[in-house]
């Protein structure tokens, strides 16, 4: 039982188990008012809450944590091994401990011992904040949200044709003509270089890694209003804030176009730590097949001259693919088989399953369903090896959801889409095939009603699920 006597020890010496301990300080204080404090120590006390991390690996998300009735002890090897350790005993207290005003009642936690580790390494979700515009604020919040369900990664889809995101200063007028406007013709927005790189901070501190796309040669309206020179005409076009896809591209014979790329992954890269760069290549419907592999190798060799890892959408496939790059599976299957052939890894993202901004059924208010309609169960009963079939185990990454915002205007809008079914599929990350049951998850999402409501989630309360 947690109570106004309870510290939180950590091995002395250790810079990142004190940062670990503070944000579970932070999830415990505001609903306890306890004002629990950390403290290092030189051995393991007899009461409280006792961080350690053992042996000398630094990488490894695998925790194991023990409660007894006087002492809850964490360890891992690694400080993300202990954040995904302190997510599990957030979830084992009762939900108000999500409040952020104190809270009567008493502070009781189950004893025992979980030992816990991931099945995927590469446990995301994406952002689409081009289509419409999502505030430093929304992403944090989006963040802390994802991380509860021990997600790792947060792909930002930066640009598309309805909007530009993000600041690149060799290429000022992405954010003056670009960034204007949103779908529907609302004001959008950018964010600043150091408004991206608090982001990342933000995420770091979380175990999150941002990845960030910039969409292209497709998907590319937003660029080519800004800057004639990236037309084949030398025209300026139009900026656009329809839905449509499939009818922008890059001029790919111009060399100013890799000065572009170049410039824009370079500013990037500068500003990102994570190892991904996603260069899109999605539904590039008016660029000939022809202009498209040339230029998908040439923007996969930028990105490698920099240090980084390609990531794209699965038709990059159609290209030379390095064995380091990531194809991300969402549409066909046979282009994530052709980037395995040629020793590239896959990202599994089936819109069928995986996508957000899935309606989940014909009466939700918000969302799109070309891929179909997804509710609760479907977004869960799937696995990634028998959905990607002939895809080896040994070649995926991990999972990712996707939400396409063309129809989501807000936070509240993007909760009621991500929420319930983010937690089923950042299950799928996390835990085996032969551990998974939708009979039984149900049930522990229903139980899941109390948190959502504690941390103001406007989720969906879909009627296959017994909310408790």
């Given at each position: 039982m947690l109570?106004?006597?309870t510290?939180?020890?950590?091995q002395?010496?250790?810079?990142d188990?004190?940062?670990?301990?503070?944000?579970?300080a932070g999830?415990?204080?505001p609903?306890?008012?306890?004002?629990?404090?950390v403290e290092?120590v030189d051995?393991?006390?007899?009461?409280g809450?006792?961080?350690?991390?053992?042996?000398?690996e630094?990488?490894?998300?695998?925790y194991?944590?023990?409660?007894?009735?006087?002492?809850?002890?964490l360890?891992s090897?690694?400080?993300?091994?202990?954040?995904?350790g302190?997510q599990?005993?957030?979830?084992?207290?009762p939900?108000?401990?999500e409040?952020?005003?104190?809270?009567?009642g008493?502070?009781?936690?189950?004893t025992?011992?979980?030992k816990?580790s991931?099945?995927?390494?590469?446990r995301?979700?994406?952002?689409d904040?081009?289509?419409?515009?999502?505030?430093?604020?929304?992403v944090?919040?989006?963040?802390?949200?994802?991380?509860?369900?021990?997600?790792?990664?947060?792909?930002?889809?930066?640009?598309?044709?309805?909007?530009w995101r993000?600041?690149?200063?060799?290429?000022?007028n992405l954010?003056?003509?670009?960034s204007?406007?949103?779908?529907?013709?609302?004001?959008?927005?950018?964010?600043?270089?150091?408004?991206?790189?608090?982001?990342?901070?933000y995420?770091?501190?979380r175990?999150?890694?941002?990845?960030?796309?910039?969409d292209?040669?497709?998907?590319t309206?937003?660029?080519?209003?800004?800057?004639?020179?990236?037309?084949?005409?030398?025209?300026?076009?139009?900026?656009?804030?329809?839905i449509?896809?499939?009818?922008?591209?890059?001029?790919?014979?111009k060399?100013?176009?890799?000065?572009f790329?170049?410039?824009?992954?370079?500013?990037l890269?500068?500003?990102?730590?994570?190892?991904?760069?996603h260069?899109?290549g999605?539904?590039?419907h008016?660029?000939?097949?022809?202009?498209?592999?040339?230029?998908?190798?040439?923007?996969?060799?930028?990105?490698?001259?920099y240090?980084?890892?390609v990531?794209?959408w699965?038709?990059?496939?159609?290209?030379?693919?390095?064995?380091?790059?990531?194809?991300?599976w969402?549409?066909?299957?046979?282009?994530?088989?052709?980037?395995?052939?040629?020793?590239?890894?896959?990202?599994?993202?089936?819109?069928t399953?995986?996508?957000?901004?899935?309606?989940?059924?014909?009466?939700?208010r918000?969302?799109?369903h070309?891929?179909?309609y997804?509710?609760?169960?479907?977004a869960?009963?799937?696995?990634?090896?028998?959905?990607?079939?002939?895809?080896p185990a040994?070649?995926?990454?991990?999972i990712e959801?996707?939400i396409?915002?063309?129809t989501?205007?807000n936070?509240?809008e993007?909760?009621?889409?991500t929420?319930p079914?983010?937690?089923?599929?950042a299950e799928?990350?996390?835990?085996?095939k032969?551990?998974?049951?939708?009979?039984?998850?149900?049930?522990?999402?229903?139980n899941?009603?109390?948190r959502?409501e504690?941390?103001?989630?406007?989720?969906?309360?879909?009627?296959l699920?017994?909310?408790?």
């Amino acid at each position: 039982m947690l109570s106004a006597q309870t510290v939180i020890y950590v091995q002395n010496g250790s810079e990142d188990l004190t940062l670990v301990a503070n944000y579970l300080a932070g999830i415990l204080n505001p609903a306890t008012g306890f004002g629990i404090k950390v403290e290092s120590v030189d051995q393991a006390p007899t009461s409280g809450i006792y961080f350690a991390l053992t042996g000398n690996e630094k990488s490894g998300e695998a925790y194991e944590l023990t409660i007894t009735e006087k002492l809850i002890s964490l360890s891992s090897s690694s400080p993300a091994g202990l954040f995904y350790g302190i997510q599990t005993l957030r979830h084992l207290l009762p939900a108000s401990i999500e409040k952020s005003s104190v809270q009567e009642g008493q502070w009781l936690i189950a004893t025992g011992t979980i030992k816990d580790s991931p099945t995927f390494g590469y446990r995301g979700a994406m952002l689409d904040v081009a289509r419409h515009f999502f505030s430093v604020e929304d992403v944090k919040r989006f963040i802390d949200l994802i991380s509860i369900y021990k997600m790792n990664a947060l792909h930002l889809h930066l640009s598309d044709d309805q909007g530009w995101r993000i600041e690149i200063k060799s290429w000022p007028n992405l954010t003056v003509v670009g960034s204007a406007k949103e779908v529907g013709g609302t004001e959008g927005g950018f964010y600043t270089q150091e408004e991206y790189k608090g982001i990342v901070k933000y995420a770091q501190d979380r175990f999150v890694t941002i990845v960030p796309e910039i969409d292209m040669p497709g998907h590319t309206n937003s660029a080519l209003a800004s800057y004639a020179e990236l037309n084949c005409d030398g025209k300026a076009t139009e900026t656009y804030t329809g839905i449509d896809v499939g009818f922008s591209t890059f001029c790919t014979d111009k060399e100013v176009v890799y000065e572009f790329v170049d410039d824009v992954v370079r500013e990037l890269v500068e500003m990102t730590p994570g190892p991904y760069i996603h260069i899109g290549g999605d539904e590039s419907h008016v660029t000939a097949m022809e202009d498209y592999i040339p230029f998908i190798e040439r923007a996969q060799a930028i990105v490698k001259k920099y240090g980084k890892t390609v990531m794209g959408w699965d038709e990059i496939a159609h290209a030379k693919l390095e064995e380091s790059s990531v194809v991300q599976w969402w549409a066909k299957v046979e282009n994530a088989k052709m980037g395995v052939e040629q020793g590239a890894k896959v990202l599994v993202s089936p819109a069928t399953n995986a996508y957000l901004d899935m309606q989940y059924d014909s009466t939700t208010r918000i969302g799109l369903h070309w891929a179909g309609y997804t509710e609760v169960d479907n977004a869960y009963i799937w696995d990634p090896v028998d959905i990607a079939k002939g895809i080896p185990a040994e070649s995926m990454i991990g999972i990712e959801a996707p939400i396409w915002t063309e129809t989501i205007t807000n936070m509240d809008e993007l909760e009621y889409m991500t929420f319930p079914r983010l937690p089923g599929l950042a299950e799928i990350g996390w835990t085996p095939k032969s551990a998974r049951d939708w009979e039984t998850y149900k049930v522990r999402l229903g139980n899941q009603k109390a948190r959502f409501e504690a941390l103001e989630i406007d989720f969906y309360a879909s009627k296959l699920v017994p909310w408790e």
